[in-house]
């Protein structure tokens, strides 16, 4: 019967383009280097938010909204990268951002505030970090290292001057990489890459396998197209708002209701905005969204994506991916303001 109804709401749910307002500058790297994007909110100043992102060849680049580069911090190739904010330690307290990093296989500690964007932490977690990302168990801080042989390691993090505790692991079939972690519901949601995008339950410290939900399959009514890559949410009180996933494949953006059992929403596609002169994105791999007012220009929040075929400045004519398979210039993040979104998801279905 599920299966029934998402066939239904897709059939009544066309791709819906929505458009970028903006995007950040090209990651320093060339090919495809940048990867995962991951936002700071300013509580004291929100239109001055930042917008981190992984330059998997060189470094973790900070953006202001607006695309300026802020701040550069040549940390080595790290991947996914993700934020929490409010964090207090034995030792430190403060926003924290984290990423995964394939240089020395380990996970690289940030500070984060508007003045500044410091590493202060490393710990190793080899084999190869992947995906990565973190969240708050009841206290708790965790953080989930996805790697590619198809298993989430989390860590307790209790100081920042001994290694964290690993906890017991979640394993899956085949290669995973985007994960987001659900606080209110208690709930880690992973892409594994072929497979689609699973909803696993971890309070305690402890995942629930008997509880796994495969919100999503690959080739399934949806048309969820591998690889499912970025996952994130877009969080409105008492657990509502969306899950949000890449379809790498189709170059298309799959939205879910964040409560159980996650009924398919739409699917969203980011097309060029000629008038702003930026153009759209394809085979995206990480996401970001935020769901509070970033000032004037982002009152519901905003949706931020990578972009693997980015082109150069006003240079629409050439959108889209190519024939052998290489970006025309340097990758970088687009970023759409969240109510054309909620538009397209309102907008009358044929």
Known sequence: MMIATITLLVLLAPVIDVLPIRETVPVQSADDAADDPALWYNTAAPENSLILGTDKKAGLAVYTLDGRQHDFLAVGRVNNVDVLQGVTLADWSGDLAAASNRTDDSITLF????????????????????????????????????????????????????????LPPLYLRSQIEGCVYDRFHKTLHVGEEEKGIWAVPFAGGVFDRAGMTLVDMVGGATGLAADVEGVTLYEKPDGQGYLVASSQGDDTYHLYDRSPPYAFAGIIRIAANRDAAVDGAQETDGIAAISVSLGVDFPLGLLIVQDGFNVGQGDLAHDGRTADDTPRAAQNFKIVDWRAVEAGLAAPRE
């Open 111 to 166: 500070s984060v505030s508007f003045a500044a964007t410091r590493r202060i932490g490393t710990f190793s977690v080899a084999p190869e970090p992947y995906g990565f990302c973190m969240g708050r168990d009841g206290d708790a801080v965790v953080l989930f290292v996805a790697h590619k042989q198809g298993y989430v390691q989390p860590y307790r993090l209790l100081s920042l001057s001994e290694p964290p505790v690993a």
